[in-house]
């Protein structure tokens, strides 16, 4: 069974960075994209980007451009997020979800989030 | 404020139907295909509704998604207390270059 697994609960001072990884298992990894979105709390859902499991292709929402770098490991089916210089409105429960959609020149395509992380809680607070 | 437009919530009874509208332009719902989530209270997300109107395997047809013009709605029949949770409509916006969500509509089953 399709399974994505996140990292744990983090906590960051304002500035900082953090990492979250996803491992995925139950499928080929490099045959979907991979969404990051965020919940901060009592909010809704925000899209940060996608990546490319295949080639490492990547389209980050431009509020995030310049701060946040979406990577992916085949050798270990695991997708990263790296979000840096963090701020207090940064604080959300992170997901990542497989994608059956695509993007490509700038553009995504029918974005289908089937699968879905259990989430990591990111808090920054000084 | 979400580029997408859902009521903020909807009621019915356990049995009865409902619907959730979530209301674009053409730069998003208009000429994208449309996909629908719901969230249990404190769970990730789960997708109900994927290209406007087909439903993934294991989601029951009790749920439902159609779309017309700039506007989709997701519809859910049989109400159960289980069905309580959050509901978000998404899609691809080609003018903010960004997959967008609605707001979400929290639904209750009285």
């Known amino acids: 069974q399709v399974q994505l697994v996140q990292s744990g609960a983090e906590v960051k001072k304002p500035g900082a960075s953090v990492k979250v990884s996803c491992k995925a298992s139950g499928y080929t990894f490099t045959s979907y994209g991979i969404s990051w979105v965020r919940q901060a709390p009592g909010q809704g859902l925000e899209w940060m980007g996608w990546?490319?499991?295949?080639?490492?292709?990547?389209n980050y929402a431009q509020k995030l451009q310049g701060r946040v770098t979406m990577t992916t490991d085949t050798s270990t089916s695991t997708a990263y997020m790296e979000l840096r210089s963090l701020r207090s409105d940064d604080t959300a429960v992170y997901y990542c979800a497989r994608d059956l959609g695509y993007c490509s020149g700038g553009s995504c395509y029918r974005p289908t989030f089937d699968y879905w992380g259990q989430g990591t809680l990111v808090t920054v607070s000084s | 404020q979400s580029v997408l437009t859902q009521p903020p919530s909807v009621s019915a009874a356990p049995g009865q139907k409902v619907t959730i509208s979530c209301s674009g332009s053409s730069s998003n719902i208009g000429n994208n295909y449309v996909s629908w989530y719901q969230q249990l209270p404190g769970t990730a997300p789960k997708l109900l509704i994927y290209d406007n109107n087909k439903r993934p395997s294991g989601i029951p047809d009790r749920f439902s998604g159609s779309k017309s013009g700039t506007s989709a709605t997701l519809g859910i029949t049989g109400l159960q207390t289980g069905d309580e949770a959050d509901y978000y409509c998404?899609?691809?916006?080609?003018?903010?270059?960004?997959?967008?969500f609605g707001g979400g509509t929290k639904l209750t089953v009285l």
């Open positions: 998404g899609t691809w916006d080609s003018s903010l270059s960004a997959i967008v």
């Open positions: 990546i490319s499991a295949y080639n490492g292709n990547t």
